[in-house]
């Protein structure tokens, strides 16, 4: 008997505890817009964090954009052929990009690059004990390193989703226009009448909004959590990417199903 019960406790152990860290996430969010009035109030703080999260991620986030674009062009130009429906490569490549692939793809990249540096910077913090030092000077961690960091990831994630489904129209106008000879006019106005500003663009914006908030929730939250050891740092890095990809991906599902299939 007691082998099941045992055996029964070790197989919910692991919820338990992810329940128990999802309960613990939550208070770190009140904790965060608790003390974001520093953030607020000193924007220097937050704009140092743009720098780092959004503007040193544009070059990765423009090439890939690009590089995406230009392979959908060329995907969807062989599909779009068999169907003689080939003018309409315009709208298949802005629509997949505005609508999922830019968001998607992009909070990917933006959790590989920037939400592990930002883990591993606030966990090199703590082990190095500066954030013990704060405290012991009267500084909150929280509203002058974390808060910062959070809300500098909330901004720069709908401007990096931007960018790369600007790239990758501009990738699909190289390959659809420039090399496979496509009318120019019809593949710019074909975009522009079937892609609704509403419907299309600002519902992309808003995955990327939920996706940046998520993905900096999880970074910030890793890292301060994170053991003070070098082995330490390095799985919560490795649990902030694999982590903001599963939750990214689940987000993606459920607002997908909310704003395009009305459920």
Not at 56 to 73: D, K, N, P, R
Not at 152 to 167: D, R
Request: proline share 3%.
């Amino acid at each position: 008997m007691n082998f099941i019960v045992e055996s029964i406790a070790r197989f919910g152990r692991p919820f338990t505890n992810s329940l128990i860290k999802l309960g613990f996430a939550c208070r770190f969010l009140l904790a965060i817009v608790r003390h974001s009035t520093t953030a607020i109030m000193r924007p220097q703080l937050t704009l140092r964090e743009i720098w780092f999260a959004g503007v040193l991620s544009v070059l990765i986030i423009s090439v890939s954009g690009l590089f995406v674009g230009m392979v959908l062009a060329l995907q969807g130009y062989d599909t779009l052929q068999r169907f003689g429906a080939s003018s309409s490569l315009g709208i298949l490549v802005a629509l997949s990009l505005v609508r999922e692939l830019g968001p998607v793809v992009a909070g990917l990249l933006f959790a590989s690059r920037a939400g592990s540096a930002i883990t591993a910077e606030i966990g090199l913090m703590k082990t190095t004990e500066q954030l013990a030092a704060m405290e012991m000077m009267a500084v909150n961690p929280i509203a002058r390193v974390v808060a910062p960091k959070f809300w500098g990831g909330v901004i720069s994630m709908p401007l990096l989703a931007a960018i790369f489904s600007a790239m990758g129209i501009f990738g699909g106008y190289l390959i659809g226009v420039q090399l496979i000879g496509l009318d120019e006019g019809s593949f710019w106005s074909q975009m522009q009448g079937s892609v609704d500003f509403r419907l299309d663009v600002m519902n992309g914006v808003i995955k990327s909004i939920f996706f940046g908030f998520a993905v900096s929730l999880i970074a910030v939250f890793e890292g301060y959590d994170s053991p003070p050891t070098a082995e330490g740092i390095s799985s919560a890095t490795t649990r902030t990417v694999v982590t903001s990809a599963l939750v990214i991906l689940a987000l993606d599902f459920i607002l997908t199903a909310f704003m395009f299939r009305g459920v």
